[in-house]
T-cell receptor
Framework: IAGITQAPTSQILAAGRRMTLRCTQDMRHNAMYWYRQDLGLGLRLIHYSNTAGTTGKGEVPDGYSVSRANTDDFPLTLASAVPSQTSVYFC?????????????FGSGTRLTVV | AQSVTQLDSQVPVFEEAPVELRCNYS??????LFWYVQYPNQGLQLLLK??????LVKGINGFEAEFNKSQTSFHLRKPSVHISDTAEYFC?????????????FGTGTKLQVIP
């Protein structure tokens, strides 16, 4: 593979359940991001990580958590899903300190919370 | 704080006609500007970027954009569109403040190419 792999591609989840969205990159980028995309709102940053072992909050972090145990993986966890978390989730990465190149995005996870 | 405004949510255009997708930004510091394209059921792909230098930037698939600092704009253009250009286009701004390097996306413009 080359790029970012997200899993699952889609999921229907009962409210109150716990869910982890997986994201793996093979480009050795130091920075990784989770965005949610909602109609009319564009992309909003949930959490980010500038390097392995560090994470930070984005615009809409409530109800989500992340970890960055190594360079390649950046899972996003919904501890107790609610219907407002129905969205398309995109993982992205880029190499900081290299002329501010743009992101590489995964293909997304479509999550429906019922 | 930085922000991005994409003035048109949808732009219909006939095949082989020219198109301009508008983007205006605000930022208190030096900026980097990007256009991304999203095809149905796919992630975003980088179309082009402005980092510094020439204000006219050429990207993939025949697209180009012009950075206009006085008008705080970064409009995307293509002289002749194809059916395959039907997609959603996102403008984004990244400031050069260190550490987090916040990126803000616009709400997107859906380009519909009509045969």
């Amino acid at each position: 593979i080359a790029g970012i792999t997200q899993a699952p591609t889609s999921q229907i989840l009962a409210a109150g359940r716990r869910m982890t969205l997986r994201c793996t990159q093979d480009m050795r980028h130091n920075a990784m991001y989770w965005y949610r995309q909602d109609l009319g709102l564009g992309l909003r940053l949930i959490h980010y990580s500038n390097t392995a072992g560090t994470t930070g909050k984005g615009e809409v972090p409530d109800g989500y958590s992340v970890s960055r145990a190594n360079t390649d993986d950046f899972p996003l966890t919904l501890a107790s899903a609610v219907p407002s978390q129905t969205s398309v989730y995109f993982c992205a990465s880029r190499e900081l300190g290299q002329g501010n190149y743009g992101y590489t995005f995964g293909s997304g996870t479509r999550l429906t919370v019922v | 704080a930085q922000s991005v405004t994409q003035l048109d949510s949808q732009v219909p255009v006939f095949e082989e006609a020219p198109v301009e997708l508008r983007c205006n930004y605000s930022s208190s510091v030096s900026v980097y500007l990007f256009w991304y394209v999203q095809y149905p059921n796919q992630g975003l792909q980088l179309l082009l970027k402005y980092l510094s230098g020439s204000t006219l930037v050429k990207g993939i698939n025949g697209f180009e954009a012009e950075f206009n600092k006085s008008q705080t704009s970064f409009h995307l253009r293509k002289p002749s569109v194809h059916i395959s250009d039907t997609a959603e286009y996102f403008c984004a701004v990244s400031d050069s403040a260190g550490g987090y390097q916040k990126v803000t996306f616009g709400t997107g413009t859906k380009l519909q190419v009509i045969p």
